[in-house]
């Protein structure tokens, strides 16, 4: 078999074994990693499976479209391929048949090869670009390894992400009384596994990966725990139509889960030194999610509890009264009816009395120093920065 057939054979697994299933909801399908320098085939290849381009595009329409309107989206494309390549090989490290004497420097190997995946990703430079690759990751933390175990009172088999041996299981010894346990593990506890083993840092990898997707990181911010607001992700959250379509699935996902993290967020020294109009764009996503979760439900969507001790949950929690307090910002809620404003205000006045000291001071002149921009088109915009 020639090189370009062996890569052609690579490409159709990537493609029809792993990127289609993944988006379609089917069951991925892991063989070889893929290497850093395989990209300058894929990028110029067709896969032979003639089904997988259409359902790969329609199901990259369809998640990334649920966030903001787009026309089309970039597949296949060479970053998108590159987000496919480094998660086969996280997915690849965590093979238990790598634990074996001479497999264990393969680990080794193939994390170095994510890391120059990873490294290759590209900014994106359109709406379209942002929310086709955030449509690619955003299954990927949720994907999980059906292990089964296979016991009798001679023998135990063990199927560890990998399908049971039907013919096996009903030979004579196994008789039919055999027992089954199964267990479904998903990426982010298995990597977590492997890392208290061997110190590999396959998680912060994983991490790394969700932000070459500035969208992804931010609607999963419980697996991205050193998050801030890098340029790159001011450059998507200046499209006022993403911005919209993340706070709501922030909302959907869990508004006081992501509080810390965006409250962290703005506490970092670097955001209070950024341009007047690229501040905006955090503060804005933080006030667009308060004011989301407000009007999405009946009453001021407030915990029963409301606890604001910890310090970046306060900040977070400021956002909202040090808008109402600014003269500039006030415009943000004139445009709501009166019966709106009046539970969005309930809401401010509940959190307002309960933030601790200092957190006010702390927000209000951010807010106070931000400039909302004219009107800017997400098409002509420049991501000069990605930041893992």
Not at 69 to 83: F, G, H
Not at 155 to 177: E, H, M, N, Q, W
Not at 224 to 248: H, M, Y
Request: glycine letters at 6%.
């Amino acid at each position: 078999m020639s090189d370009g057939e062996k890569l052609q054979r690579r490409y159709d697994e990537l493609v029809a074994g792993f990127v289609a299933p993944l988006l379609t909801g089917g069951k991925v399908v892991v063989e070889q990693p893929h290497a850093p320098g395989a990209i300058h085939y894929y990028e110029h290849a067709n896969t032979s499976d003639v089904h997988s381009n259409p359902e790969i595009f329609d199901a990259l329409h369809r998640h990334a479209a649920s966030i903001a309107p787009i026309e089309t989206v970039p597949w296949p494309d060479r970053d998108l391929l590159l987000i496919a390549m480094a998660a086969v090989n996280l997915l690849h490290v965590t093979d238990p048949a790598l634990d074996r004497l001479f497999a264990r420097g393969s680990r080794k190997k193939v994390v170095g090869w994510i890391d120059a995946i990873i490294g290759a990703i590209a900014p994106p430079n359109t709406r379209a670009d942002a929310l086709a690759r955030h449509a690619m990751l955003d299954p990927v933390p949720a994907l999980r390894r059906r292990d089964v175990v296979a016991k009798t009172w001679a023998y135990t088999y063990r199927f560890i992400g990998r399908p049971t041996d039907a013919s096996l299981l009903t030979k004579p010894v196994f008789g039919s009384k055999f027992k089954e346990q199964e267990s479904l593990r998903d990426l982010e506890a298995l990597l977590a596994d492997l890392d208290s083993r061997t110190g590999l840092g396959t998680q912060p990898r994983l991490r790394e990966l969700l932000a070459r997707s500035p969208v992804t990181e931010l609607v999963r911010l419980d697996l991205c725990e050193a998050f801030r607001f890098g340029l790159a992700t001011l450059a998507v959250l200046s499209d006022d139509a993403i911005r919209g379509g993340v706070a709501r699935e922030i909302v959907e996902r869990g508004e006081w889960k992501a509080a810390p993290r965006l409250g962290r967020a703005l506490g970092d020294p670097i955001l209070g030194e950024a341009p007047p109009a690229h501040l905006y764009f955090a503060l804005a996503l933080c006030f667009e999610v308060q004011m989301t979760a407000t009007l999405d439900v009946p009453g001021p969507a407030l915990p029963e509890q409301l606890d604001l001790s910890d310090p970046d949950t306060a900040r977070y929690a400021a956002v909202l009264p040090a808008f109402f307090e600014d003269e500039t910002m006030i415009d943000e809620v004139r445009a709501f009816d009166d019966t709106d404003r009046s539970v969005v205000q309930e809401r401010c006045a509940r959190l307002a009395a309960a933030l601790p000291p200092g957190a006010m001071e702390q927000i209000a002149p951010l807010v106070r120093r931000c400039q909302r921009p004219g009107s800017t088109s997400a098409s002509n915009l420049t991501r000069t920065e990605v930041r893992p």
